[in-house]
């Protein structure tokens, strides 16, 4: 895929724990409409990368710009305000609330940016009922909009969650391990949602995943990560075929890195 705008480029990224150097001058972009997707073995530094670009860390070295905007001393909750969408590897949902309320606070959360305390009335208000029956559809959860969200099946929570993401209109989403814990069946869903998703909303995705079907079912572009330095970036056929990414990816377990 070749893109001509960057909407996320980070620079020369450190980031230590005490003694421990996790990201070692970590640089990469996701261009508009990309679908990036960082690999790496146990303790590469993924989920570290992740959480600082996401905002959740700072680094200690480096920048992250969206677009023209500096981030990166700008908390998650400043990112999610500027088009920063995120799931997580254990969905975050209200599970004693229905998926359709889940959907409610979701649509309210972006009209009350910039007025958190404020009623949503008029236009915005009226418009919800539709927005979340398109939410429901494109997610396949359109038949459960009443069913109280703790008691969904694994793959379904992950699902409402995406939709909970989706009602934030963001510019790039940050997907975390999204197929984690799921069944053959349910990767294979996941997958084709993303798919979809990506197509309909022109969205920019930046994921981590351990699976190398969704990887290359999903991938634009990949960059591997080992011992928290960036040693390959390119299309999936160029990494496929990389020796170094051969010898030092093994694509088994989870890192906490």
Do not use: C
């Not at 990036?36 to 959740?56: D, R, S």
């Not at 939709?163 to 996941?190: H, I, N």
Request: proline share 2%; hydrophobic share 40%.
């Amino acid at each position: 895929m070749s893109t001509t705008t960057t909407l996320l480029e980070a620079r020369a990224l450190d980031k230590s724990y005490g003694r421990i150097r996790v990201l070692r001058d970590v640089s990469l972009t996701i261009g508009t409409g990309e679908s990036h997707v960082v690999i790496g073995p146990n303790g590469a530094g993924k989920t570290t990368l992740f959480k600082v670009l996401t905002g959740e860390l700072y680094a200690d070295r480096g920048t992250v710009h969206f677009g023209a905007t500096d981030v990166t001393r700008m908390s998650a909750h400043q990112r999610i305000h500027r088009g920063f969408g995120r799931t997580f590897q254990v969905a975050k949902v209200f599970p004693k609330l229905s998926v359709q309320d889940n959907l409610q606070i979701a649509l309210e959360a972006r009209v009350r940016r910039g007025n958190p305390i404020g009623r949503v009335t008029g236009a915005d208000a009226a418009g919800f009922a539709e927005k979340a029956e398109r939410l429901l559809a494109d997610t396949g959860l359109a038949a459960q909009r009443d069913a109280v969200s703790g008691a969904l099946a694994y793959g379904d929570r992950k699902r409402l969650e995406m939709a909970m993401v989706l009602a934030l209109e963001p510019a790039v989403l940050f997907l975390d391990e999204p197929t984690a814990g799921m069944s053959a069946a349910e990767r294979q869903a996941t997958v084709r949602l993303l798919q979809e998703v990506k197509r309909q909303r022109s969205l920019s995705m930046l994921m981590t995943e351990h699976d190398m079907d969704v990887v290359f079912g999903l991938a634009d572009r990949i960059s591997v990560l080992h011992y928290g330095q960036l040693i390959a970036s390119g299309t999936p056929e160029q990494i496929r075929n990389d020796e170094r990414v051969k010898e030092v990816y093994l694509g088994d377990g989870d890192e906490h890195a």
